[in-house]
């Protein structure tokens, strides 16, 4: 991996080397790209040449400080600009407000949202640093008429750093590639939950001049160092006089407390997980179709309207997965793993190694000449599956065919999505994903309405399984397969900005951990439901309100605990003054209801079922912030946590609050970010 990364800083390095080489297009230039906005195809059947990608033709002056820039997610339709309001910080930052965490940047995290594992076939059950990986589903495929760069860095209270560096540029009208490079580096308030988080990526697609041929490419890779203390001793400690200086001399369950850094270039890690991850895609697209043009002859853009489509993609994914403690409490890990006679060292003993190689062959054929937006997708996958620890080497495969229907009318009253999956031989033989989407104009002053149905079958997370390297022997011989129904129905006003969307889940079979390492299938059928609320209120010229409210409730015999009201409102003022700044700065509280949180098991990295622990919030979250953009410039400043303030018996920032037992949220926390951008 730590070649990967090496690569990834020479692709940087060239990448700034090149631009000035592409930073005074020709008229010409702009005007044939500008006609490619939305040709080359995010996904198949993506919308080429038709549409809204017509209506971007327009004459630009090459010199003017401006670009036209639009991206592609692989497998959506759709065509996507960079979102630049600054009313919500959480745009730019790695940890989603709905997310609870373990008191760090860096640290595991899960949604408070009840989100299940909705998708069949093999996984191997570590979700807890999603929120700060790169996926392939995310990666995005650019068409920019200037060279684009984005530059951030972010610093926060105790050493807290995060840079990103994100690049694209369009070599050939027909031809984009685009590097992104984020670093995460937080030592934490207390001891022993340092992170070091590196992620990369690189996209291109190419378009032939004939346009029939398409090719995208992807390489991505995460790499996830996170130290784990196992949570303070005792909750009690956070209010003795003795820990109210330094919240990094609490004791903790694991870690020794000597390792605490606050070097930036530090990045050790001596006790706690340390992931990594690497995806190579290469996907490959001829087109059979009738040719047409755009313009007047001397500037005339030549487009194929696809009828029929051949696709190929290849995709190459490892996975690493690594428990580690060099000072480890053989009583720690005794009490809550059932582990005894073992020495200081877990390296050895907790080492999944994945391999995974998937050739995906596809044919899509679009009813609708000149409607790109409208397709129907066939295809078959072979998925080889290499599992190596410290004791065996095994392997598995996959066979499963897939389809999909979508329609998207030209007047945008309609949008229609049919797609499915099914397992027909292989280690996830009989898993299957069927899911039906449906939005509405109703009108224009009536608003949107969304209906969805979604019911997977699939293979519970590997992790459960006995063969797993952490499964300490708590894991299961035999499994059912889980089956999940969702139920779903929003309706949207834009006019009013208010949004109301609700799911019903109906589920089988669940799979979780009960404490530290035992897992366990619940057989009883149990339901959920939740109720959401997002609304703008205008309380004036520059005030407004925004709220974001969700209810959930579960049945009596669900295995699965969520708090009753999750809520989120930010007051702002807001505006644009002296022609150029753009303002925004105002109040931020965050609440959930008391209940009893799962708890967090540091070896596996898993989240639990746990009934015992009550979490209740001492006081709502609560932030201060200033945001504010000056041309291509924008800042973030915010003061984090001021709930936590204490004025008696002496004052300080002292009364933490919990997302997960026995981690403590830090005290106040100072955040300062920017982003500035340049278009060469």
Known sequence: ???????????????????????????NYANRLNGLTGRFGGSSGGSRGTGASLDSLKHRDPFEDSLTIRFRYLDDTRSFTFDSSINDFYNRFTIPYNHVYLGN?????RPIIFTPIDKPGWDAGFHAFDAYAFKPEEARFFTTTRPYTLLNYLIGSKAEQMITVHHTQNIRPNWNFSFQYRMINAPGFFSSQNTNHNNYSFTSWYNSKSRKYTAYFMVLANKFSSA???????????????????????PTNLGAQSEISRNFFSTKVATGNKYSNFTFLYRQQYDFGKKDSIGSDSNAVHILIPRLRLEHTFRYSTYKYQFVDNAGDSTYYATNYGLTGRNRSFVFDTLDRWREMVNDFSIIQFPELGNLQQFIKAGISLQNINKTDTSFSKHYYNLFAHGEYRYKSRNKKWDIELNGQLYINGLNS??????????????????????????????????????????FGGNLSSL????????????????????????????????????????????TIFNLIQLRLEKEFRLGRRWHWYTDVVLQKTDGTAPVNVPLIFTRNRLTFEGVFFKNLNLCTGIELRYHTAYKADGYSPLNGQFYYQTTETVRYQRPDIVAFLNFRIRSFTSFIRLENLNTVEFSPKFGFLSNNFGTPHYPYPGMLVRFGIWWTFVN
């Open 1 to 27: 991996m730590k070649y990967c990364f090496r690569f990834g800083w020479i692709v940087l390095l060239t990448v700034f080397i090149q631009t000035d080489l592409f930073a005074q297009p020709s008229s």
């Open 105 to 109: 940047h860096g640290n595991a995290t």
């Open 228 to 250: 784990e203390n196992g949570g303070i001793k005792n909750d009690s400690l956070l209010k003795q006089e003795a820990y109210s200086r330094d919240r990094v001399t609490v």
């Open 430 to 471: 009989g898993d299957y994903a069927a899911n039906a989407f449906l939005r509405r104009l109703i009108g224009k002053k009536l608003g949107y309405l969304e209906l969805g149905f979604h019911n997977i079958n699939r293979s519970p997370s590997y992790i459960f399984n006995g063969e797993s390297s952490f499964g």
């Open 480 to 523: 059912n397969k889980e089956n999940i129904t969702n139920i779903y129905a929003g309706y949207e006003l834009p006019q009013y900005k208010i949004r109301l969307s609700g799911n019903y889940y109906l589920i089988s079979n669940y799979t979780y951990f009960t404490d530290y390492y035992k897992a366990q299938q619940e057989a």
